[in-house]
């Protein structure tokens, strides 16, 4: 029996083009990309009384279904729409919340195999979150460069691609420290609902990004392998993608002395608590 699946994800570990890839699939839907998240429910039916999260997880799963809003703005940017339509698999990203006991029953009713995205490379991850945090800051910026990339010609494409590599940001230490310790308590609260869910009977896998930037196609297959197809699709799932990165230069080359910032001590101490949390935890099955 095919399963559906979930993944986790909080911010800037490519959640959105692994699901874009993965929504390429024939067998596998991906009918949302973050409607269910915290911010966007609270932005578009605060107001519904009869919108609930776990029925709308629920209806999802079992119909394949959402209703959008019209003014909602990520329901483009799926390569591969199926919604409504039979699949053996459905699936999204999505920031956890909600009452945790209430969400596992209805992961295991509908066999939904559930994914914690995650990156190894700390510094790159903080850089990364830096330089979205500036870009958001400027007048015609924001922290999507995909979305915009996507939409662009070839010609465009080069020419907004050179300017994100040749732009240098200028962070400071405390703006650095700020986001290392916020991606830290994101990695403790994501293992602790890990272990809860876990506990109550769901399946959790842990998933890097750093693997489907160097390998995306093997990625893909690991995941259809955990049980979301009966049989893998053999055909290329990123070949002509349309959301990828932007840009090819590593974010931590684009902040001014980075380098020199990351190696004050208290920036060490969070790296490796990071990496316990996120790596060493992991590889120990614990």
């Known amino acids: 029996m095919s399963r559906n699946f979930i993944i ?26 973050e409607e269910l998240d915290r911010f966007w429910i609270n932005k578009f039916y605060k107001s519904n009384p009869d919108f609930n999260l776990l029925n709308t997880m629920d209806k999802i799963f079992s119909s394949n279904t959402f209703d959008l809003g019209d003014d909602w703005g990520f329901q483009n940017y799926i390569s ?8 053996e698999s459905i699936g999204f990203k999505w920031r956890p919340h909600g009452p945790i006991k209430d969400i596992a029953k209805i992961f295991k009713k509908n066999n939904v195999q559930v994914f914690i995205l995650a990156r ?16 958001k800051k400027g007048a015609a910026g924001h922290g999507h460069a995909q979305f915009d990339y996507a939409n662009m010609s070839e010609q465009e494409q080069a ?14 230490l405390a703006s650095i420290l700020g986001i290392m310790f916020r991606r830290i308590a994101v990695a403790i609260r994501f293992r602790l609902f890990a ?12 998933l890097f990004y750093e693997d489907f930037r160097d390998e ?24 002509g993608q349309i959301i ?9 080359d684009r902040i001014i002395d980075y380098d020199r910032t990351c190696s004050f001590f208290v920036v060490r101490i969070l790296r490796k608590i990071y990496s316990y949390l996120v790596i060493e935890k992991v590889n120990k099955g614990s």
């Open 8 to 33: 986790l994800f909080h911010a800037r570990e490519g959640s959105t083009a692994i699901v874009d890839a993965l929504s390429r699939h024939k067998d596998i839907s991906v009918p949302i990309l």
């Open 80 to 87: 591969s729409n199926k919604r409504g339509q039979p699949v």
């Open 120 to 135: 190894r490379d700390f510094l790159e991850l903080v850089a990364s979150l830096a330089i979205s945090k500036t870009a």
């Open 159 to 172: 020419s907004y691609r050179k300017n994100l590599e040749t732009t240098m940001h200028r962070v400071s």
């Open 195 to 206: 272990l809860r869910l876990t506990f109550l009977g769901v399946d959790i896998k842990y």
């Open 216 to 239: 995306p196609e093997d990625f893909l297959n690991d995941i259809c392998s955990y049980g979301l197809l009966l049989q893998k699709n053999l055909d290329s799932l990123t070949d």
């Open 244 to 252: 990828k990165k932007a840009s090819q230069v590593p974010a931590r």
